[in-house]
């Protein structure tokens, strides 16, 4: 289920950063990745016609994910500019159907960062209807402007209910060495290793190897990265204000929801492939992270890239000042 010291090292990471505590052979499982991570919990926890929430904007695989699974998608969006949970609706939508709660914070694309009110309002309707959340957390600490990243197992009641996932693909800038973990407590994680087995067996050795390297990084790593990917936050920001955007400002992760209202395209994929071939930068359609074509008023930026390539996809942004309507 991975390596001992692995275990022991996401243990304590889970500690120190997560304010939960995980038993290393007994609540832990090593996967490809949090891809698979987050697969092998769907499988394991859900069945045919159970119902999964999933707040929209949503990481893109969740929904595929729940619909391999046999279970059905119900979705609730973060409405626009705060991406605050809607109270009402959730009390809506929530019933014995439901499963399970997937919930992504921080959140890509948004860059939102889930607020006390809104992780307390799930927890106790999980607690009310007996559901699960699997907390999707490959951002924990990518965390700007001093905004607080709680985990949702973190609070009264819910480890027993929740799968908490990660990987080093974010944290630790290894998107192509696949490895993520998921922590519960011992009885979800136990249905976990049942599907982790068949699907995957294990990651790689050598690269949990490397895994447990970046694990043992001291904080002042951890400051630094926040520090650079501030600096490349507020460059794109910057850029985004100069090629007349209106945008949501993240508080978390590495991508900017920009709003393309008045650069007189029909949608989002129009507007994408125009930026693609006549401007030179590329941007994910904003309509990918939601159900039923909603957000098409929306493209994602990443500014995850070198200072240099920032200020030069800057430079090409401005072709579309002349395109812009007040
Ligand atoms: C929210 C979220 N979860 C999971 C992943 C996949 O990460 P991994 O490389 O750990 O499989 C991504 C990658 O973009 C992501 O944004």
Not at 140 to 163: F, Q, T, W
Request: proline share 4%; hydrophobic share 40%.
């Amino acid at each position: 289920w991975g390596t001992r010291e692995l275990c022991e090292a996401i243990a304590k990471r889970c500690k120190d950063f997560n304010g939960i505590e995980v038993d290393p052979e007994k609540e832990v499982v090593v996967t490809c990745g949090s891809t698979e991570a987050m697969m092998s919990s769907i499988l394991a926890v859900v069945d045919k016609d159970d119902e999964v929430i999933i707040f929209e904007p949503f990481y893109e695989n969740y929904w595929p994910d729940t619909v391999i699974a046999g279970g059905k998608p119900v979705f609730i969006e973060l409405k626009q500019p705060t991406f605050k949970v809607d109270e009402e609706e959730l009390k809506r939508v929530f019933s014995r159907k439901v499963k399970a709660v997937i919930i992504n914070n921080p959140n890509n694309p948004s860059g939102k960062v889930f607020s006390q009110q809104d992780l307390k309002l799930i927890r106790d309707l999980c607690l009310d209807y007996d559901a699960l959340v699997i907390s999707d957390e490959v951002y924990d600490n990518l965390i700007y402007d001093g905004a607080k990243h709680v985990s949702i197992a973190s609070l009264p009641g819910m480890y027993e209910r929740s799968l908490t996932i990660n990987s080093i693909s974010k944290t630790y800038n290894a998107t192509g060495w696949r490895v993520g973990w998921v922590v519960g407590c011992s009885e979800l994680i136990d249905a976990v290793k049942k599907v982790h087995d068949f699907l995957t067996v294990g990651a790689a050795h050598p690269l949990q190897k490397a895994a447990e390297k970046a694990l043992s990084l001291p904080r002042s790593y951890y400051n630094w990265l926040v520090s650079e990917y501030s600096r490349r936050r507020d460059i794109m920001l910057k850029i985004l204000d100069e090629a007349g955007f209106r945008y949501y400002k993240p508080d978390a992760a590495y991508y900017v929801l920009a709003d393309i209202t008045g650069y007189g395209f029909d949608d989002d994929f129009k507007f994408s492939e125009y930026l693609v071939r006549e401007v030179g930068v590329a941007v994910v359609p904003g309509s990918s992270f939601y159900y039923g074509g909603k957000g098409s008023n929306l493209v994602r930026f990443q500014f995850a890239r070198h200072v240099d390539t920032l200020l030069e996809a800057g430079r090409r942004l401005t072709k579309l000042r002349k395109l812009r309507q007040p």
